[in-house]
């Protein structure tokens, strides 16, 4: 009788069928135990790692998980003597993982330029890259990285402060499918490079230049534009030229807005916040325009009884807001779930006034309301939701929400 | 003869836990709460408070304040986010007064 074994039988597809069906991780690490063959299959199967290792050891991985997608080799914020991820480790990566699509450099603070350069030339399918806080970086590592990886779908350059304009255009010539972009801190871009980039690059969906203080008026009309049916997140965060225009602009042109931070933009009134009000009504979920001293009831009034589906809002420092912009809410049920009212005038009453219409409400914070004490809503006999959190002296976790 | 070798540092007044550099001190010449501050760019050891906007003298601002992670003494606080233009510079960096730190390894 003759006897075959199982192993030789079962074809590569099979098994890794069989691998597919295994949910532990623990069990998929012992089916790797079972023989070569079977390490192999279930090393070229893993898609994704987070690492923090040398340079050997990552020309072993690179030539054990040759078919890894997504590699995190993030580091941790907090000031260290270790130098961590440096460029040579860059460019055993690009030499290894050929099929790399999604790249975490976070905090990675050793590398430079010249490790962007081997990313640039080695992982042309790379879509993803993540180098916020790399502070070495300038535009000609990262041109590079434009150059060589043309189907980048999202870059976040968060804190890399020597970015200028000149990056902007040789994104906008070279990735054309970008759809997330990351600038936040980088100063030294101007509406000169958002208007370049936007040029090339017109699917963008989400765009982030909190505290880039050049960008203006004329840079988020060219966005508005070019962008007007991709763009969904846009963040302006102390982007204290940004004025009336910018919001005319997005009233007019991006329908699907869902996102909008524009706390510190401190020109902007309520005209203009009016005309966005109506024109995003219903694709409005989050505003930030904690700040925005020029705002009054008016305007915030506005903003509550059309954009239905508005999940987060943070209005604190809108000095001229009162609980006037509470009142008249009829009985609409708002959506609210996230909603920071620091407002030195609203008092208990305005609080009560939302909290009748703010059902859902998981989280509420009044930490510098000056009339809003634990106290003092007790005594006016206030009920909050269920699972709602709030926050009156700051001893909570803070929210990430915009 | 003892010879120091080693950073001059500053610690905490309670506990002595280094919470800066000297190399990191970029002005002597703050207002604290209690009298002259030291404007630090980076602090460690320390534990930082939960935000809030302040109306400070020169004008409003995102702070939180800064704690020793040992002892959790509040010495002093965080510029998290300026208002003024002029005080955007202070953004990410440390207030820590001089009565609540102690001069470490000089």
Redesign the interface.
């Known amino acids: 009788m003759d006897f075959v074994c199982i192993n030789d039988m079962l074809r590569d597809d099979e098994l890794r069928s069989i691998l597919s069906r295994l949910d532990n991780d623990k069990d998929k690490e012992r089916f790797g135990l079972v023989c070569k063959r079977w390490l192999y299959l279930q090393s070229t199967e893993r898609k994704k790692l987070s690492v923090r290792a040398g340079p050997h050891l990552l020309r072993k991985i690179a030539a054990r998980f040759s078919r890894l997608v997504e590699l995190d080799l993030s580091q941790s914020v907090s000031r260290s003597f270790h130098p961590g991820i440096t460029d040579s480790d860059l460019a055993v990566i690009a030499d290894g993982f050929k099929s790399l699509k999604v790249l975490n450099l976070q905090n990675c603070k050793g590398i430079a330029d010249t490790g962007m350069v081997s990313i640039g030339c080695g992982l042309s399918s790379l879509q993803s890259l993540d180098v916020s806080y790399c502070r070495k970086l300038t535009d000609k590592g990262l041109s590079a990285v434009a150059e060589g990886c043309h189907d980048l779908r999202s870059l976040h350059l968060a804190g890399c402060r020597f970015v200028t304009d000149g990056l902007l255009q040789a994104i906008s010539k070279n990735c054309c499918n970008l759809e997330e972009l990351v600038l936040q801190g980088c100063t030294n871009i101007s509406d000169i490079g958002i208007t370049d980039l936007v040029n090339g690059c017109r699917n963008i969906t989400f765009l982030d230049v909190n505290k880039c203080s050049n960008i203006g008026d004329t840079g988020i009309f060219s966005v508005s534009k070019a962008c007007s049916a991709s763009l969904k997140t846009l963040k302006l965060l102390d982007c204290y030229k940004v004025g009336d225009e910018s919001l005319f602009s997005l009233a007019e042109f991006c329908k699907n807005l869902e996102t909008l931070v524009i706390g510190g933009c401190r020109d902007i009134s309520d005209e203009s916040l009016k005309s966005l009000a109506a024109a995003c009504k219903s694709s409005l979920k989050k505003l930030r325009m904690d700040w925005c001293l020029n705002i009054s009831d008016s305007s915030m009034s506005c903003i509550l009884t059309q954009c239905r589906n508005l999940e987060a809002l943070d209005i604190g420092c809108c000095e001229q807001v009162t609980d006037a912009a509470f009142e008249g809410l009829g009985e609409i049920e708002l959506s609210l779930k996230f909603l920071m009212v620091n407002c030195p005038k609203v008092t208990v009453a305005g609080i009560g006034m939302l909290l009748d219409r703010c059902t859902s409400l998981e989280y509420l914070d009044v930490r510098s309301c000056p009339h809003v004490t634990k106290v003092g809503c007790e005594e006016a006999g206030l009920q909050f939701p269920q699972c709602c959190k709030v926050n009156f002296l700051g001893s909570l976790n803070e929210m990430d929400v915009f | 003869m003892g010879e120091i070798i080693g950073p001059r540092l500053y610690s905490c007044c309670n506990c002595r836990n280094h919470v800066a550099l000297h190399d990191d001190v970029i002005s002597k010449s703050f207002q604290g709460r209690n009298g002259r501050a030291f404007l630090f760019s ?1 602090a ?1 050891n320390i534990v930082v ?6 109306q400070l003298m020169t004008g ?1 601002h995102t702070v939180a304040d800064v704690y020793c992670s040992d002892c959790r003494e509040v010495l002093g606080w965080k510029y998290e ?1 300026a ?1 003024e ?1 002029t005080q ?1 510079y202070k953004e990410g960096k440390f207030i820590l007064e001089k009565s609540k730190i102690a001069q470490e390894n000089w």
């Open positions: 980076h460690m408070g939960p935000k809030e906007d302040r409003l986010r208002y233009e955007k």
